[in-house]
């Protein structure tokens, strides 16, 4: 833990939205009167049928969250039609391609007109609300279009990320039950094409295998690369826009249907489709937008996430454009050209907000700072950090190098669940500590616990909890409420357990620490060891699988495999290539093994759970400290295991 402060700056002050003082005072009215805080604040977006009743929300039984429950809204109508009278000729999106000689800038006019005709387009081939609709697109504008369209009908999408696989793809097409898919002939990052449409060809047959059939595939021409066609089934994306109206009207929601599925790994079996609604989660991802990045009306703002994550949705999409901000979309990598295009982009299209995560920071500082300082970065004004614990090496180089002492940092801890940001600091009112989040927003009520879910105070270290509810939280995980009961609520009676390990400090300062449940944190990047085991586990040589993190210089976590083959199958430099193959076949890349290691046996208790304690340790090379093994069923096995670990040293 870093002991260092770096007070308010100046400059950050007098222009911020909210001071040290305001953030007092609406903290305090937010937990005390939280119907009386909502209730004002939940009209920053216009609504159709105001609300009359604000928060109606608890954390036992079934977990029943409503949020302004009795008003009618529309999402895309907040994040297009209410700006056009005043600000329709203003950017709504840059576009920066993979090529840095490719960039488009979208009005909110013009993306009224996408939006309407996509809607419509959609509507044509029967997609009603309530429908859903899988979103599998490479980072260009239309994938905003797409979640918009879907806002706009009330059809819920669920945008996968276009890194996953056909098997994972097809594993989110079938829990949805998704019968229309919007994808791209092929994205482009880093100068290479990534097979889009080939991929949804081959899930669309595995979905098909387990009875759920798409019916149609809109799809984008952004190579014109070759691909496969299935008459009546495929359809020009630009054809289908060029044969519909150009208005479209918004349907009226009520603020509790669903607006998005985002699909995320927990610590057990299939990654879950955590749930959104319309108006909570729109009050709460516009005002974070606006309040964590102090945004100015005019400014630029960029987040290099992708849409596929829920970054994308809140910080790319939907805050920013409810805001009338002008928000920038990426399309490539941080280090194609080379490591300095981070930079170039925000001289380029003087970016004055800039949101990234922890693991490009640490591999661009590793690139030098000769990249950074061939740019000027002189529009840049505030700097932000999402996805992992940033360690302070890497946020001071950040603060110092790339913000030349200028810019604060706002580090903020959230998740897919929670919607939008949940602890971080307020550029004008919070001083900042290297590696600390912070404080929490305006709503949030965090707690530490011990394991017996015993209520810490002061300093300590404990398992975070959220006590109450707040508007932009998950309100299920689709078609699966018990689980999402039994995921998030049932660890501690009463709370929503994050899964997350956290010290507070004497200040009241919370400093994320990681994840205390089986889910690895791998560049940013969220993923469930079970699901790394299970894709193992299903190569025909594979017996037995346990998969660890262990700390990784640039990737925060690294996935560390221990493999038991099949009796008489010889663990060979071949196959280990072979099992990262397969795995990232089954998952896609973000999920390739950086270690794997051939076990004859994995450290089980006599009752045959495996000890993961131990496997972790000696990951790490830790070994010395591995505690009692004396209620292992056969102890000799963890001799083996140190002899052959593949991390010594
Ligand atoms: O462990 C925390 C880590 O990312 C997890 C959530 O992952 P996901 O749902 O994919 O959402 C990522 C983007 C919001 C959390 O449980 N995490 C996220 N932000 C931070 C963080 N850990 C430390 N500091 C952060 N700022």
Same mark, same amino acid.
């Given at each position: 833990?870093?002991?260092?402060?770096?007070?308010?700056?100046?400059?950050?002050?007098?222009?911020?939205?909210?001071?040290?003082?305001?953030?007092?005072?609406?903290?305090?009215?937010?937990?005390?009167?939280?119907?009386?805080?909502?209730?004002?604040?939940?009209?920053?977006?216009?609504?159709?049928?105001?609300?009359?009743?604000?928060?109606?929300?608890?954390?036992?039984?079934?977990?029943?969250?409503?949020?302004?429950?009795?008003?009618?809204?529309?999402?895309?109508?907040?994040?297009?039609?209410?700006?056009?009278?005043?600000?329709? /000729?203003?950017?709504?999106?840059?576009?920066?391609?993979?090529?840095?000689?490719?960039?488009?800038?979208?009005?909110?006019?013009?993306?009224?007109?996408?939006?309407?005709?996509?809607?419509?387009?959609?509507?044509?081939?029967?997609?009603?609300?309530?429908?859903?609709?899988?979103?599998?697109?490479?980072?260009?504008?239309?994938?905003?279009?797409?979640?918009?369209?879907?806002?706009?009908?009330?059809?819920?999408?669920?945008?996968?990320?276009?890194?996953?696989?056909?098997?994972?793809?097809?594993?989110?097409?079938?829990?949805?039950?998704?019968?229309?898919?919007?994808?791209?002939? /092929?994205?482009?990052?880093?100068?290479?094409?990534?097979?889009?449409?080939?991929?949804?060809?081959?899930?669309?047959?595995?979905?098909?295998?387990?009875?759920?059939?798409?019916?149609?595939?809109?799809?984008?021409?952004?190579?014109?690369?070759?691909?496969?066609?299935?008459?009546?089934?495929?359809?020009?994306?630009?054809?289908?826009?060029?044969?519909?109206?150009?208005?479209?009207?918004?349907?009226?929601?009520?603020?509790?249907?669903?607006?998005?599925?985002?699909?995320?790994?927990?610590?057990?079996?299939?990654?879950?489709?955590?749930?959104?609604?319309?108006?909570?989660?729109?009050?709460?991802?516009?005002?974070?937008?606006?309040?964590?990045?102090?945004?100015?009306?005019? =400014?630029?703002?960029?987040?290099?996430?992708?849409?596929?994550?829920?970054?994308?949705?809140?910080?790319?999409?939907?805050?920013?454009?409810?805001?009338?901000?002008?928000?920038?979309?990426?399309?490539? @990598?941080?280090?194609?050209?080379?490591?300095?295009?981070?930079?170039?982009?925000?001289?380029?299209?003087?970016?004055?907000?800039?949101?990234?995560?922890?693991?490009?920071?640490?591999?661009?500082?590793?690139?030098?700072? /000769?990249?950074?300082?061939?740019?000027?970065?002189?529009?840049?004004?505030?700097?932000?950090?999402?996805?992992?614990?940033?360690?302070?090496?890497?946020?001071?180089?950040?603060?110092?190098?790339?913000?030349?002492?200028?810019?604060?940092?706002?580090?903020?801890?959230?998740?897919? =669940?929670?919607?939008?940001?949940?602890?971080?600091?307020?550029?004008?009112?919070?001083?900042?500590?290297?590696?600390?989040?912070?404080?929490?927003?305006?709503? @949030?009520?965090?707690?530490?616990?011990?394991?017996?879910?015993?209520?810490?105070?002061?300093?300590?270290?404990?398992?975070?909890?959220?006590?109450?509810?707040?508007?932009?939280?998950?309100?299920?995980?689709?078609?699966?409420?018990?689980?999402?009961?039994?995921?998030?609520?049932?660890?501690?009676?009463?709370?929503?357990?994050?899964?997350?390990?956290?010290?507070?400090?004497?200040?009241?300062?919370?400093?994320?620490?990681?994840?205390?449940?089986?889910?690895?944190?791998?560049?940013?990047?969220?993923?469930?060891?079970?699901?790394?085991?299970?894709?193992?586990?299903?190569?025909?040589?594979?017996?037995?699988?346990?998969?660890?993190?262990?700390?990784?210089?640039?990737?925060?976590?690294?996935?560390?495999?221990?493999?038991?083959?099949?009796?008489?199958?010889?663990?060979?430099?071949?196959?280990?290539?072979?099992?990262?193959?397969?795995?990232?076949?089954?998952?896609?890349?973000?999920?390739?093994?950086?270690?794997?290691?051939?076990?004859?046996?994995?450290?089980?208790?006599?009752?045959?759970?495996?000890?993961?304690?131990?496997?972790?340790?000696?990951?790490?090379?830790?070994?010395?400290?591995?505690?009692?093994?004396?209620?292992?069923?056969?102890?000799?096995?963890?001799?083996?295991? @140190?002899?052959?670990?593949?991390?010594?040293?």
């Amino acid at each position: 833990m870093s002991s260092k402060v770096y007070p308010v700056s100046k400059s950050a002050k007098t222009r911020a939205l909210i001071d040290s003082d305001k953030y007092q005072k609406w903290y305090e009215e937010s937990i005390e009167t939280p119907d009386k805080f909502w209730g004002k604040h939940g009209k920053r977006i216009d609504w159709f049928k105001p609300y009359t009743k604000v928060k109606n929300t608890s954390f036992k039984g079934r977990i029943p969250i409503k949020w302004f429950e009795d008003g009618l809204t529309n999402v895309s109508y907040n994040c297009i039609d209410r700006h056009l009278k005043t600000h329709g /000729e203003r950017v709504a999106i840059i576009w920066e391609g993979d090529n840095p000689y490719i960039d488009k800038k979208i009005t909110y006019n013009e993306l009224y007109d996408h939006v309407c005709r996509l809607a419509n387009v959609l509507k044509k081939h029967g997609v009603k609300k309530g429908d859903r609709v899988t979103i599998y697109m490479p980072m260009i504008p239309e994938a905003a279009y797409a979640m918009l369209a879907c806002a706009r009908i009330g059809a819920i999408h669920s945008v996968v990320f276009g890194g996953f696989s056909p098997e994972a793809l097809a594993g989110r097409i079938v829990d949805c039950e998704s019968t229309f898919v919007i994808t791209c002939d /092929e994205g482009v990052r880093g100068g290479k094409p990534v097979p889009l449409k080939e991929n949804t060809d081959i899930a669309i047959d595995i979905a098909a295998k387990n009875y759920v059939i798409v019916h149609n595939v809109l799809v984008v021409r952004r190579t014109g690369g070759k691909i496969g066609w299935a008459p009546g089934r495929d359809h020009w994306y630009h054809q289908e826009m060029a044969s519909v109206k150009p208005d479209c009207p918004p349907v009226k929601m009520k603020a509790e249907d669903p607006l998005f599925i985002l699909y995320t790994s927990g610590s057990t079996g299939k990654p879950k489709g955590v749930m959104h609604t319309t108006g909570g989660y729109l009050v709460y991802a516009s005002m974070t937008h606006e309040y964590v990045f102090d945004y100015h009306d005019g =400014e630029i703002y960029w987040c290099t996430a992708d849409v596929g994550w829920v970054t994308g949705h809140s910080y790319i999409v939907y805050g920013p454009l409810a805001n009338c901000a002008t928000t920038l979309m990426f399309e490539g @990598i941080p280090t194609f050209p080379d490591q300095g295009r981070f930079w170039e982009v925000i001289d380029k299209h003087k970016v004055n907000i800039f949101y990234t995560a922890p693991t490009a920071i640490r591999s661009l500082m590793g690139a030098g700072d /000769e990249f950074v300082k061939r740019s000027e970065r002189t529009s840049l004004r505030l700097l932000g950090s999402v996805g992992e614990p940033i360690n302070p090496e890497a946020w001071e180089w950040y603060y110092h190098t790339v913000g030349e002492a200028r810019c604060q940092i706002v580090d903020t801890w959230w998740q897919t =669940e929670t919607g939008g940001i949940m602890i971080t600091p307020l550029p004008g009112a919070t001083d900042l500590k290297p590696g600390s989040a912070t404080r929490p927003f305006f709503g @949030i009520k965090p707690e530490l616990v011990d394991a017996e879910g015993k209520t810490l105070e002061g300093a300590t270290d404990g398992n975070l909890c959220i006590t109450d509810s707040w508007p932009g939280q998950a309100r299920s995980v689709y078609g699966d409420h018990d689980r999402y009961i039994q995921t998030y609520f049932a660890t501690y009676k009463g709370k929503y357990f994050t899964g997350d390990g956290c010290r507070r400090d004497e200040d009241g300062y919370y400093w994320i620490t990681g994840r205390v449940d089986d889910v690895l944190n791998v560049s940013g990047h969220r993923l469930g060891t079970a699901e790394v085991e299970s894709a193992l586990v299903s190569h025909h040589l594979v017996s037995e699988a346990a998969v660890v993190g262990y700390p990784h210089d640039i990737k925060g976590q690294g996935i560390y495999c221990y493999v038991t083959l099949m009796a008489d199958v010889e663990g060979t430099d071949q196959l280990r290539k072979e099992l990262v193959a397969h795995v990232r076949t089954e998952i896609g890349p973000i999920a390739t093994p950086d270690k794997i290691q051939f076990a004859a046996g994995l450290p089980k208790t006599r009752s045959g759970k495996i000890m993961r304690r131990i496997l972790r340790k000696i990951a790490e090379d830790d070994f010395g400290a591995l505690g009692d093994t004396s209620t292992l069923a056969d102890p000799a096995v963890v001799d083996e295991l @140190i002899e052959n670990r593949q991390n010594k040293k």
